[in-house]
C-alpha cells in the first residue's frame, strides 16, 4: 500500500457527461500529480500542484481542469466527456521536489460509452 | 527538453537468467532517474533512484541500476530473474531545472519464461 487513495476505483460515465476523481495523498506529502494511462499513449503527465499552487502542466485538455484543497487532498475534474478519455487515471504523491520519489495510487478506471 | 526512451517495448528473458531493461534520457539539468514496476491492474510502485553518488543504486526485490552519465543511460539490471518479475516497468526522469516533473517512458514489458 502506497498510502496515496484514490477515489472511485472505476467509473463508467456516458460521452458529454462530467466526472470528479479524488485523491488523498499521502501523509505528509505537498505534491499531488496527476497522470493518465492509455495503451496508445503510455503515460501522460498532467498536472501537478504543490501545496495548494499549481507548479507544472503537461499535456492536460482545457476540458480537464484539477486543483488542490487546503488539506492537500485533489480533485482532477473531466467534462464533456468523449470516448477517447477512457483511461486509468493515476494519482501520486511526494514530499516535494523532483529529488523524492513519487508514490502512486491504485489509479480511478475510466470508462466512457 | 526533458525525455525518456526505453527502446523496447518487449523484453523474453529465461527464469534464472540475467535480465536488462534498458533507459536513457535527456536533461537540461543534473538528472534525477527513477524506475517503477506495474503490475496488472495495479499502480505504479517504487523501485530504486538515482540522486548523487555511486553510480550504481541497488533497490526493491534485487534490482539495481547503472547511472551512465556519457551514455546518459540508467538501465535496469538483476542477476537471476523470477517468473514473478513478470511486469510492465518503467523508467522516468526529472531535474534539477524542472524539479517538480516527472518524465516517464513508454515502458518496457518484461516476461520471465519458466
Known amino acids: 500500500d502506497s498510502g496515496v487513495t484514490q477515489t472511485p476505483k472505476h467509473l463508467i460515465t456516458a460521452t458529454g457527461q462530467r466526472v470528479t476523481l479524488r485523491c488523498s495523498p499521502r501523509?505528509?506529502?505537498?505534491?499531488v500529480y496527476w497522470y493518465q494511462q492509455s495503451l496508445d499513449q503510455g503515460l501522460q503527465f498532467l498536472i501537478q500542484?504543490?501545496?495548494?499552487?499549481?507548479?507544472a502542466k503537461g499535456n492536460i485538455l482545457e476540458r480537464f481542469s484539477a486543483q488542490q484543497f487546503p488539506d492537500l487532498h485533489s480533485e482532477l475534474n473531466l467534462s464533456s466527456l468523449e470516448l477517447g478519455d477512457s483511461a486509468l487515471y493515476f494519482c501520486a504523491s511526494s514530499p516535494g521536489w523532483g529529488n523524492t520519489e513519487a508514490f502512486f495510487g491504485q489509479g480511478t478506471r475510466l470508462t466512457v460509452v | 527538453a526533458q525525455s525518456v526512451a526505453q527502446p523496447e517495448d518487449q523484453v523474453n528473458v529465461a527464469e534464472g537468467n540475467p535480465l536488462t531493461v534498458k533507459c536513457t534520457y535527456s536533461v537540461s539539468g543534473n538528472p534525477y532517474l527513477f524506475w517503477y514496476v506495474q503490475y496488472p491492474n495495479r499502480g505504479l510502485q517504487f523501485l530504486l533512484k538515482?540522486?548523487?553518488?555511486?553510480?550504481l543504486v541497488k533497490g526493491s526485490y534485487g534490482f539495481e541500476a547503472e547511472f551512465n552519465k556519457s551514455q546518459t543511460s540508467f538501465h535496469l539490471k538483476k542477476p537471476s530473474a523470477l517468473v514473478s518479475d513478470s511486469a510492465l516497468y518503467f523508467c522516468a526522469v526529472s531535474d534539477t531545472n524542472t524539479g517538480n516533473q516527472f518524465y516517464f517512458g513508454t515502458g518496457t514489458s518484461l516476461t520471465v519464461i519458466p
Open positions: 500542484y504543490y501545496n495548494g499552487e499549481e507548479r
Open positions: 501523509s505528509g506529502d505537498l505534491s
Open positions: 538515482y540522486i548523487t553518488g555511486d553510480n
